[in-house]
C-alpha cells in the first residue's frame, strides 16, 4: 500500500457557492479505476478531492466518517434525459419507424396518461427527475431541452449540463444554422441523429455534414439507423455517441450492437427519460451488459470518465482523484471490482451520493454516521419500500404533484412516497 496515493498540492479553487468545508470519508475501498480499489482515506475540502492516503488516525478530525464496510464510487454520470418526463409511464406500443410515429401516437395532451402529468408544473417535474437521478448514483446529469436556470439552482439535487449547445433533431424545424453559427468551440453539440430504423434516419448523419454540423463537439443522441457508411462517417468527423439501449429497444425495436459501438472512440450511456426508457441509469447498465453483452469495464467507462470527455466536463467528473469535483457514491462492499459493483448495484445499493461535497443522499443506516449529522432539511422519501433521506424539499414536491395525481406517485416506473 502506497503510503500517500494522491496530494492535496493539486487542489483547485473550490466551485462557486461551496463552503470551505473538510471531511474525511475513512475506512472505505476507493475506486481508482473500473477494475482497481484501494482501501484509503478520502479528504474532501470545498468541494473538491484533496488528498486520497493510506488510513492514518492523525489524518481525523471532526468531520470524519467511518465508512468501513463500503465501496467509493465516482459520482455517475448520465449523458440523455429529458428530466421533465420521469414521473410520465412509459408510452407506446412499437415498433415504430422513428422518432416522430412514436410520438404522433403517444401524444394525446387531452387524453390520460399524458393530460394529468402535463398538468404537474414542469419544474416540479423537473426536480422529480433530478431526484431520479440522484437516486440511482448521478451527480451529473445532460438535460436534452432548455437550461432553466431558475430551477437548476445550488440547491438542485444533482449537476445539470450547462455548458452546451442543441437542438432536438433535424426533422423539428429549428434553425439548425443559427445554433451552429453560435456554438462555441469548446462546447458539445447534441442532437437526436438516426432516432429511426427507415432510410430517412439512415439519411440524417450525411444531411448533418452537408450542413456543417457534424465535427468533433458533435454528441449524436442514439444513432440507431446509421448504416456502416454513416459510422464510418461520424468516427471520421470525430463526433461522439450517446446510446440509450432499452429505449431504442422499446420505441424502434432494436438497438446499437456492441462491435458497433466498439468502433467508436468515444460513447457514453443516457438513461433517456421514462417514457421510453427501462427506468434510471443503473437500470440501463444492467441492459446493456445482460442484453446487448457490454463488458463491465466498458459500460463503467461508459457513465463515469468516457461519459465526461463526451460531454467536455473539465472539472474532474466521473473520477475520483485530486483536485477533481467531490462527486462520490458509496454502496456496500462485497469485494468486487467497481466495474463489477456498478453491475450489479440497483437504487436499493446506493446509500451515499455526494456532490460537489455536499452529502444530497442518505440511506439511515449511514445518517447514523454521518458527522454532521444531517439536518431538518432533509426530507425523507421511500421508493418501493426502501427508504432515502435527500437534502430536496421531498414533502412540498410530492404534495405539489400528487395534487395532479391522484393515483400515486411512481418515479422511473417505482412507487414514491413520503
Known sequence: MIDVLTSRDALRPPPPGVPPQLLLLTGARIALDAQTAVRADLLMEGGRIGEITASKRNHRHENTVDLSGYLLLPGLINAHDHLE??????????????????????????????????HVPKGVRLWWGGLKNLLC???????????????????????VLRHYAWVHSI?????????????????????????????????????????????????IIHGVGLDAAGHTLLEARGAALVWCPSS????????????????????????????????D??????FACGRVGFAPKEIFQ??????AEVLRLTDGEGSLAPGAVADVIAVPDAGDSPAATLLKSSFRDIECVIV?????????????????????????????????????????????????????LRLAGRQVEV
Open 356 to 408: 460537489g461535497g455536499r452529502a444530497r443522499l442518505l440511506s439511515p443506516r449511514l445518517a447514523r454516521r454521518w458527522i454532521p449529522s444531517p439536518g431538518e432539511e432533509y426530507g425523507r422519501l421511500r421508493m418501493e419500500g426502501i427508504e432515502r433521506l435527500l437534502d430536496a424539499p421531498v414533502i412540498r414536491l410530492f404534495e405539489q404533484a400528487k395534487e395532479h395525481l391522484p393515483g400515486g
Open 302 to 307: 461508459a457513465v463515469t470518465r468516457r461519459a
Open 248 to 279: 431504442n429497444v422499446f420505441t424502434l425495436g432494436r438497438t446499437l450492437d456492441r462491435a458497433t459501438l466498439l468502433c467508436h472512440d468515444r460513447v457514453a450511456l443516457g438513461s433517456d427519460s421514462t417514457l421510453t426508457a427501462e427506468g
Open 137 to 159: 448514483g448521478v451527480t451529473t446529469v445532460c438535460h436534452h431541452n432548455p437550461y432553466e436556470p431558475s430551477v437548476f439552482t445550488e440547491e438542485f439535487p444533482v449537476r
Open 85 to 118: 418526463f420521469n414521473l410520465f409511464p412509459r408510452l407506446g406500443r412499437g415498433p415504430y419507424a422513428n422518432f416522430e410515429a412514436w410520438a404522433s401516437d403517444i401524444y394525446h395532451p387531452e387524453l390520460s396518461p399524458v393530460r394529468e402529468h402535463l
Open 281 to 286: 441509469l443503473l437500470d440501463e447498465v444492467r
Open 171 to 219: 426533422r423539428l424545424g429549428t434553425d439548425l444554422q443559427a445554433v451552429l453559427r453560435a456554438l462555441s468551440p469548446d462546447a458539445p453539440f447534441l442532437i437526436h441523429l438516426g432516432e429511426g430504423t427507415d432510410e430517412a434516419s439512415r439519411q440524417e448523419i450525411f444531411e448533418l455534414d452537408r450542413l456543417g454540423g457534424l465535427d468533433e463537439r458533435t454528441v
